[in-house]
């Protein structure tokens, strides 16, 4: 028998916040309300956004800054806390971040996680001891000025705002751009058009995708529009919105520095208690979100549908083939991106009823529901990101269209004896459909066999 394994011991060190003492890990930089915080949380594997906790660090190294300029913190403290911060916001102590997503409603833990590491970090560097409060204190230094109710939902707009600005903007416009490029591309395949999933009138291949890439248009210009509503930042109204203790020049010069850094323009909330106890920016945010994905769903099941068979569906277009589609059927291939992208869709939608949801969850003057709300517009932004862009790159680049199908399904659609409503009226135009129908002959057919016109005659009422 293999000799049994000795147990880890790990060594812990006291750490004291207002209820008293706990022990923490001897190597972690956080401190005692993290520990606690872990302790009674659940441990669900889902963690706040790391954009939002490295948006926090950026926030506390521009308060270090800007409290030191305001003569409210010592040079050394402030040097060796805003470089803590800027190996937060580098995404160092990762595993420091240990507090669930589903906590205290103004994400007080995670703030206060965040709070700790930049503190204990400090402490090491001014020092060599990792943790603790001394020189550098969690509260009292590294969230001078602030509140976890002003500073929590500061960094939920800055890293929204971010995310749709540098990633979901920019991966949307491929999409619009490449849809356009099909449509010139296929401009002049005539197809039929469908209603109802019935025949209906020809139109032209690329006007489809021309729609398509419309869609994605307008669905970027409401997201761009519902994102400049996120501009408005709670910081400088610490707990309940009124600026206690807090310096009335300190929010205006840590937004200013959010500003320059991000290249978007932020500013003060006009209202701080409406900036506290509503989310309505943010709801209206994860709302064109959810347009966003009803709309990319419409174009990729009118993909799908056109690309089905190879030989007993649809079999307008021909998408990309890319891997096996059947365990048991060989030869097989499924349209794997699009699915990929319509149950991306759904994740979105749903996100938008949990973040409709949290959005009710302000009560008087503080909003608790802020980061499962976060978690979810975070999540909805990174997903449509990332999928609209594989979309495009994966799937829509690679589309070829099967002219030969698409016109054999024009000549035989009976929608054709619309064509012929203005020379002989709808009552004779629907009898010549019908004949057609019960013949199993084209609408040409019939017209030419009944005399009712010449080819040419006929073939130019189709030009229009």
Same mark, same amino acid.
């Given at each position: 028998?293999?000799?049994?394994?000795?147990?880890?011991?790990?060594?812990?060190?006291?750490?004291?916040?207002?209820?008293?003492?706990?022990?923490?890990?001897?190597?972690?930089?956080?401190?005692?309300?993290?520990? #606690?915080?872990?302790?009674?949380?659940?441990?669900?594997?889902?963690?706040?956004?790391?954009?939002?906790?490295?948006?926090?660090?950026?926030?506390?190294?521009?308060?270090?800054?800007?409290? +030191?300029?305001?003569?409210?913190? #010592?040079?050394?403290?402030?040097?060796?806390?805003?470089? =803590?911060?800027?190996?937060?916001? =580098?995404?160092?102590?990762?595993?420091?971040?240990?507090?669930?997503?589903?906590?205290?409603?103004? $994400?007080?833990?995670? *703030?206060?996680?965040?709070?700790?590491?930049?503190?204990?970090?400090?402490?090491?560097?001014?020092?060599?001891? #990792? @943790? @603790?409060?001394?020189?550098?204190?969690?509260?009292?230094?590294?969230?001078?000025?602030?509140?976890?109710?002003?500073?929590?939902?500061?960094?939920?707009?800055?890293?929204?705002?971010?995310?749709?600005?540098?990633?979901?903007?920019?991966?949307?416009?491929?999409?619009?751009?490449?849809?356009?490029?099909?449509?010139?591309?296929?401009?002049?395949?005539?197809?039929?058009?469908?209603?109802?999933?019935?025949?209906?009138?020809?139109?032209?291949?690329?006007?489809?995708?021309?729609?398509?890439?419309?869609?994605?248009?307008?669905?970027?210009?409401?997201?761009?529009?519902?994102?400049?509503?996120?501009?408005?930042?709670?910081?400088?109204?610490?707990?309940?919105?009124?600026?206690?203790?807090?310096?009335?020049?300190?929010?205006? #010069?840590?937004?200013?520095?959010?500003?320059?850094?991000?290249?978007?323009?932020?500013?003060?909330?006009?209202?701080?208690?409406?900036?506290?106890?509503?989310?309505?920016?943010?709801?209206?945010?994860?709302?064109? +979100?959810?347009?966003?994905?009803?709309?990319?769903?419409?174009?990729?099941?009118?993909?799908? +549908?056109?690309?089905? $068979?190879?030989?007993?569906?649809?079999?307008?277009?021909?998408?990309?083939?890319?891997?096996?589609?059947?365990?048991?059927?060989?030869?097989?291939?499924?349209?794997?991106? +699009?699915?990929?992208?319509?149950?991306?869709?759904?994740?979105?939608?749903?996100?938008?009823?949990?973040?409709?949801?949290?959005?009710?969850?302000?009560?008087?003057?503080?909003?608790?529901?802020?980061?499962?709300?976060?978690?979810?517009?975070?999540?909805?932004?990174?997903?449509?990101?990332?999928?609209?862009?594989?979309?495009?790159?994966?799937?829509?680049?690679?589309?070829?269209? *099967?002219?030969?199908?698409?016109?054999?399904?024009?000549?035989?659609?009976?929608?054709?004896?619309?064509?012929?409503?203005?020379?002989? @009226?709808?009552?004779?135009?629907?009898?010549?459909?019908?004949?057609?129908?019960?013949?199993?002959?084209?609408?040409?057919?019939?017209?030419?066999?009944?005399?009712?016109?010449?080819?040419?005659?006929?073939?130019?009422?189709?030009?229009?």
């Amino acid at each position: 028998m293999p000799a049994p394994k000795e147990k880890t011991i790990m060594t812990k060190r006291d750490e004291q916040d207002s209820l008293g003492v706990i022990q923490v890990p001897e190597g972690a930089y956080y401190g005692a309300q993290t520990e #606690r915080a872990r302790i009674n949380f659940i441990d669900s594997g889902l963690k706040p956004p790391p954009a939002v906790i490295h948006t926090i660090a950026v926030i506390k190294g521009f308060a270090a800054e800007v409290n +030191l300029a305001l003569g409210r913190l #010592r040079p050394d403290l402030a040097k060796a806390v805003a470089k =803590a911060a800027r190996e937060v916001m =580098a995404g160092k102590f990762q595993q420091d971040f240990v507090v669930d997503l589903f906590q205290t409603g103004s $994400g007080t833990s995670t *703030n206060m996680n965040v709070n700790e590491v930049i503190a204990g970090r400090a402490n090491e560097l001014l020092t060599g001891r #990792r @943790g @603790g409060k001394e020189p550098v204190h969690p509260n009292d230094h590294v969230n001078l000025g602030q509140s976890s109710n002003d500073v929590f939902p500061s960094a939920m707009h800055v890293a929204a705002m971010t995310a749709v600005h540098e990633k979901l903007l920019p991966s949307l416009k491929t999409l619009q751009q490449t849809l356009s490029e099909k449509a010139a591309a296929f401009g002049s395949i005539r197809k039929i058009g469908r209603t109802h999933l019935q025949d209906a009138v020809p139109i032209m291949l690329g006007d489809e995708f021309g729609g398509y890439a419309r869609q994605v248009d307008l669905a970027a210009e409401r997201i761009e529009s519902a994102s400049d509503t996120l501009r408005e930042l709670a910081l400088g109204g610490t707990a309940v919105g009124n600026g206690l203790n807090t310096h009335s020049e300190f929010a205006e #010069r840590v937004i200013a520095k959010l500003s320059k850094q991000t290249g978007l323009e932020f500013k003060e909330a006009v209202d701080h208690f409406e900036a506290q106890g509503a989310k309505d920016a943010a709801v209206a945010l994860s709302g064109s +979100l959810r347009s966003a994905a009803v709309g990319i769903t419409k174009i990729a099941n009118d993909i799908r +549908l056109m690309s089905s $068979g190879p030989r007993c569906g649809i079999g307008e277009i021909t998408l990309p083939s890319l891997q096996p589609g059947s365990s048991i059927m060989p030869g097989k291939v499924n349209p794997v991106i +699009l699915e990929s992208m319509l149950q991306i869709c759904t994740q979105v939608i749903g996100n938008d009823t949990v973040v409709m949801l949290a959005g009710q969850g302000g009560v008087f003057e503080l909003n608790t529901m802020m980061p499962v709300m976060a978690y979810n517009l975070m999540q909805s932004i990174e997903l449509l990101a990332l999928g609209a862009g594989s979309l495009a790159e994966k799937c829509i680049n690679g589309i070829a269209a *099967n002219a030969e199908t698409c016109a054999a399904y024009v000549d035989k659609s009976l929608a054709i004896a619309t064509y012929l409503v203005p020379a002989m @009226g709808y009552d004779r135009a629907a009898a010549v459909s019908k004949k057609a129908h019960r013949t199993g002959k084209s609408i040409r057919e019939v017209v030419l066999e009944a005399e009712l016109m010449s080819g040419e005659a006929f073939d130019d009422l189709l030009k229009t």
